[in-house]
């Protein structure tokens, strides 16, 4: 006999009525939940706490529906089974499968909601909260000194002892402030062509009792942070060459900040996930390892260039700013000039101790030593015809930024032991233990044309010397993983909600009791090995080994193994139960 209208309804109203109350109930406890990591790494203010918990209640309503629902029919049938409902239902010819049906319908149709949430809705909202956590980089800078005294940045790590905000008055507007006290920051140089890109070789050193690193927006919208010092100090890790440490360094930077919100899948809606999978190449995490390697090459060849100008027959290179300055490097005989880590470096030849310590000799040797004494790394600012200024130094040290977006390199080129020449009586001021002058020059031609090799030539050998081809062969897989790992994950999570009340309805008839503590303790079990074996299944299909020989195999069919095992169980289960009850 098949159930009536009346009694169909009235179980649904209690399944949909207890439904509603634990899923609110779940999505509250598991929102307040998720503000305890941003409250207590990032500091949040009273504003951004009632926007994340705006913003997460929708997820966290979502990821509720399985366990609300099996909760739900557990308690439901559990009671009807209780009050001898069930056996009265059986008495006037009712099937137990007849019963479950309101079971069935309600499990389909937050089966069909928690899809077009995990599409759409949960992407959106998780979005916005991980934008207001990350909203205030300075705060966020601040807060991970203060917890464990370092933060990296690339191939930077900032260390201090304490970091804090300046007063909002004292800073202009767009620009964010962190001081710093005691800072120390180490550059790292990252040997291309080593499978290990963790191996890292610290290169030179800043310091300083107290500095303010200054955070702004770049032309294309992208963080930058430049620290500035009162009374710093800058000195490499081989103490070679004419300077070994330079006092009164004043600037660190610029160096990009990479963005706290870091692509991610869970971002996604199904168009996105359907394009990125279509079309990996424009990922932002692949697009980003490219335009590493090819911000490696501009870097490289624009060295390279100055590099063989100076030290050729001319032994001087000019750079053209876009304002018509003028600025002319140039070297004496003798002076060392060598790449190394980014960075071009000149350094002038030692004096002997003799020479130093102002010995007699002959006139020639007297010369000889008074040369090497000298300052023969020379730049001259000419605006129009006029030389404003020239600077004379011991040792010098040029970096440059490719900048795609304004066709410009940023230059930064440190003169270490140097003086200036200039003014009315053409005297030479006190030396300085660094003078840095940083200008832009536009991008050469042949820079720009690299910007046009396609992303598979990044994998080549002919790119063997760009970056480490690992990484990138490596991301390209990570990429494809997630995108199919976090399309099952949403299908096998939404699937679990009619799975999950199909157990709910038979372990509720079975152990026949309506009792709250008893449907949690029969609901939990069930629910906790499908979400497990889903997250597991995720974190499997991300897990590409770095090192991949010929034999190595792919994780991502294990992986999505594992995401649909719980439901496969689960449904076993179900049916294996509701079969013997209708036997019974």
């Given at each position: 006999m ?7 309804r ?19 406890i ?13 500091g ?11 913003y ?31 056996t ?18 309600l ?17 959106a ?18 807060n991970?000194?203060?917890?464990t005294?370092?933060i990296?940045f690339?191939?930077y ?10 007063a ?23 040997p ?6 963790h ?7 800043w ?6 690193a ?17 009374d ?7 103490f ?38 279509a ?5 932002r995490k ?10 490696f090459?501009?870097?490289h ?8 100008a ?45 020479a ?11 010369r ?8 023969p ?20 040290r ?15 080129l ?21 003078l ?8 050469p031609?042949?820079?720009r044309?690299?910007e046009?090799?396609p ?6 050998p ?17 990429v ?10 949403r ?36 629910a ?17 080994p ?34 013997r009850?209708?036997?019974?």
């Open positions: 098949r159930i009536s209208f009346t009694l169909s009235y179980i649904f109203k209690d399944l949909f009525r207890i439904f509603m109350m634990a899923s609110g109930a779940l999505a509250g598991m929102s307040f939940g998720g503000l305890l990591r941003p409250l207590t790494q990032q949040l203010d009273g504003a951004q706490v009632g926007q994340l918990l705006t997460f209640t929708p997820a966290m309503t979502a990821y509720s529906f399985p366990i609300a629902a099996l909760f739900a029919t557990t308690m439901v049938y559990g009671r009807l089974s209780a009050d001898n409902e069930l009265a239902c059986r008495a006037a010819g009712i099937s137990l499968v007849s019963v479950a049906i309101p079971a069935f319908v499990g389909a149709i937050v089966c069909v909601i928690s899809l077009l949430f995990l599409w759409f809705v949960v992407p909202f998780t979005l916005k909260a991980e934008k207001v956590i990350y909203s205030n980089i300075a705060k966020l800078v601040a991970r000194i203060d917890r005294h370092q990296p690339g191939l790590t900032v260390f201090a002892q304490d970091a804090y905000l300046p909002p008055e004292t800073m202009k507007r767009g620009e964010q402030q962190v001081v710093l006290v005691g800072p120390t920051i180490v550059r790292f140089d990252r291309y062509g080593r499978d290990d890109w191996y890292k070789v610290p290169r030179e050193f310091t300083a009792s107290q500095a303010t200054h955070i702004v927006e770049r032309e294309d919208g992208k963080p930058e942070l430049t620290v500035r010092f009162g710093g100090v800058t000195f490499p890790r081989e070679k060459g004419a300077v070994t440490a330079a006092v009164g360094a004043t600037q660190f930077g610029p160096v990009p900040i990479k963005s706290p919100i870091e692509e991610n899948t869970k971002f996604m809606n199904l168009q996105q996930l359907r394009e990125v999978y079309s990996p190449h424009e990922s692949i697009q980003e390892k490219v335009e590493e390697f090819l911000r090459d501009q870097e060849a624009y060295l390279a260039a100055v590099r063989d100076v030290a050729g027959p001319e032994r001087s290179y000019v750079f053209q700013t876009p304002t018509g300055e003028e600025y002319v490097l140039s070297c004496g005989e003798g002076v060392q000039v060598a790449e190394k880590g980014g960075e071009l470096i000149l350094v002038a030849p030692a004096a002997p101790a003799a130093a310590d102002g010995a007699g000799g002959s006139p020639a040797a007297r000889a030593a008074a040369a090497l004494q000298s300052r790394i020379r730049v001259q600012r000419v605006e129009g015809a006029r030389g404003k200024a020239v600077y004379e130094a011991r040792e010098a040029l970096r440059v930024w490719p900048r795609r977006k304004t066709r410009q390199m940023e230059v930064s440190k003169l270490l032991d140097a003086v200036t020449r200039g003014g009315a009586d053409g005297g030479a001021s006190a030396p300085r233990g660094t840095p002058l940083p200008f832009k020059v536009a991008m031609e042949s820079l044309k690299l046009d090799r992303l598979e030539y990044y994998l080549t002919a790119a063997a010397a760009s970056g480490n081809q690992n990484r990138l062969q490596r991301e390209w897989i990570v494809k993983n997630d995108v199919v790992s976090e399309m099952h994950a299908l096998s999570f939404a699937l679990s909600c009619l799975i999950l009340v199909m157990v709910g309805c038979a372990l509720g008839m079975m152990f026949r009791s309506g009792n709250f503590l008893t449907a949690f303790a029969v609901s939990f079990v069930p906790l090995l499908s979400i497990t074996l889903i997250i597991a299944g995720q974190q499997a299909c991300g897990n590409v770095w090192t991949r020989g010929p034999h190595w195999e792919n994780p991502l069919a294990m992986g999505t193994a594992l995401i649909w095992s719980g439901n496969a169980i689960n449904f076993l289960l179900a049916g294996g139960l509701l079969w009850l209708w036997r019974t």
